[in-house]
């Protein structure tokens, strides 16, 4: 079965500083890949999507940047982290038309 | 997906009875709809879905209703359950045949013991 990891669960990071939250997924292969955020109490923003290695859309303007180097994982980053990058980072996969499957997510809290 | 302000919609229900868990979509070119459930601390999880060639779908104590006329999709659980307390998701896609989802701000379900 698809499974993603991502870490870390939590993380806390002040202004200014880089990010890098990374997505692996085990089962599947050629897998589309998402980066979703949730701010608290709202509904999931698509950030990212992946169809390939390397090729990466970008759905809304904005602070982060993402990257897929291999087949199976996908990284969300930043140079620098403003307070609104604070949220819940959301990696996703579709394969083989299955539903959207997410991962466990990564609670961001900028300071 | 629902046009809701800052604060999530509840519903509390009683124990033992049915939810119904509604959603209005806004594009009428979805051909595909999806509801999760997430559990507080926790990614989002597949419930059920349908595709717009159906009005009524079931699972395990849930069933999915759609109806394209009023762009309206609802899910029923039945006999809820303490478990079933979570913040429930719709989602449509983005046009026919698309796999990019649009999701909805969520219902938190509240049952009580």
């Known amino acids: 079965s698809q499974t993603i990891h991502q870490w870390p669960a939590t993380l806390v990071q002040p202004v200014g500083s880089p990010l890098s939250l990374e997505c692996t997924v085990e089962?599947?292969?050629?897998?589309?890949l998402y980066w979703y955020r949730q701010a608290a109490g709202r509904g999931l923003q698509l950030l990212f999507y992946?169809?390939?290695?390397?090729?990466i859309s970008s759905e809304v303007p904005q602070n982060l940047s993402a990257s897929r180097p291999q087949d199976r994982q996908f990284i969300l980053s930043s140079k620098k982290l403003l307070l609104s990058d604070s949220g819940f980072y959301l990696c996703?996969?579709?394969?083989?038309?299955?539903?959207?499957?997410f991962g466990n997510g990564t609670r961001l809290t900028v300071t | 997906g629902e046009s809701v302000g800052l604060h999530l919609p509840t519903l509390s229900v009683q124990e033992g009875d049915n939810s119904i868990i509604n959603c209005a979509y806004s594009?009428?070119?979805?051909?595909?709809f999806i509801w999760y459930k997430q559990e507080s601390g926790k990614g989002p999880q597949f419930i059920i879905d349908?595709?717009?060639?159906?009005d009524k779908r079931q699972g395990q104590r849930v069933t999915v209703l759609l109806n394209k006329t009023v762009k309206h999709l609802s899910l029923q659980i039945a006999a809820t359950q303490p478990g079933d307390s979570a913040v429930y998701f719709c989602?449509?896609?983005?046009?026919?045949?698309?796999?990019?989802?649009?999701f909805g701000k969520g219902t938190k379900l509240s049952v009580i013991p």
């Open positions: 996703a996969l579709t394969a083989y038309n299955s539903p959207l499957h």
């Open positions: 349908i595709r717009s060639n159906m």
């Open positions: 989602a449509e896609n983005k046009g026919a045949g698309s796999y990019q989802l649009t």
């Open positions: 992946s169809v390939g290695i390397g090729q």
């Open positions: 594009n009428s070119a979805s051909d595909y």
């Open positions: 089962g599947t292969s050629n897998p589309n």
